[in-house]
């Protein structure tokens, strides 16, 4: 018996089941290497979620012109008019944080959270990265929506803070705590809307002979 009868003699036969099956297994596995491909490169069309922050652009035929407004201060600067604040002074720090936090405007700030990092110069450094480094995922709200659609600007006062009538605990040398009722002023090119009252709670620590708030929260 020749070499070529004996691979004949013992080649497995092959049905036409075995074939149809054969061909099933090759589409699937085709079909298996597409989806990973797309996959792969819809994955990479997906920014990092690593220093991705949020973004809310005002189109720009929203942004009037009709009242005056103050841009974004830069990056550690406070506004003028709380270029002389006393920074040994907690109550003085913690009353110029809630201006600057709740004074705002929709044709500017793409959301609320603009005005948290103008307020970082008066903040504690962990702090401050925390609200720079995870902004908001779900957007500016309903609220924020409303008053930009009317070009909406909130101002606050240095009359417009006093304390609470609730009381915290008393300062340490290195702690302390505010409670602040705050009236915001809305402004938009139409007219004003109804004033907003607030109560904020503050605290703060102190580096040095500074303060600096650690945690801002509304009751």
């Known amino acids: ?8 003699l013992f080649s497995p036969k092959i049905s036409g089941s075995q074939v149809a099956a054969t061909r099933r297994v090759t589409v699937v596995v085709s079909l298996v290497a597409v989806v990973i491909g797309v996959a792969t490169a819809c994955a990479s069309r997906v920014p990092s979620a690593t220093g991705v922050t949020a973004s809310f652009t005002i189109p720009a035929e929203n942004r009037g012109a009709e009242f005056p407004s103050t841009p974004p201060s830069a990056s550690g600067t ?3 008019d709380l270029a002389g604040l006393n920074r040994s002074d907690a109550s ?6 809630v201006r600057i936090w709740f004074t705002t405007d ?7 959270h603009a005005a948290r990092l ?19 995922k ?17 101002t606050v006062g240095a009359n417009d803070i006093r304390p609470a009538d609730e009381s915290g605990p008393p300062d340490s040398a290195t702690r302390a705590d505010r409670l602040l009722e705050v009236t915001e002023h809305l402004v938009t090119p139409k007219g004003p809307l109804p004033d907003r009252r607030t109560v904020v709670a503050l605290s703060l620590i102190r580096d ?3 303060w600096q708030v650690t945690e801002v929260s509304v009751r």
């Open 78 to 80: 406070l506004p003028l």
């Open 138 to 154: 779900t957007g500016p709200g309903a609220d924020w929506l409303s008053l930009t659609a009317q070009q909406a600007a909130i």
């Open 1 to 8: 018996m020749n070499s070529s009868s004996a691979r004949y």
């Open 118 to 136: 103008r307020a970082c110069p008066l903040l504690a450094a962990p702090y401050c990265l925390a609200i720079r480094d995870f902004p908001p």
């Open 208 to 210: 040095g002979v500074q």
């Open 106 to 112: 929709t044709r500017i700030d793409s959301s609320p």
């Open 92 to 97: 003085a720090v913690a009353a110029a944080v």
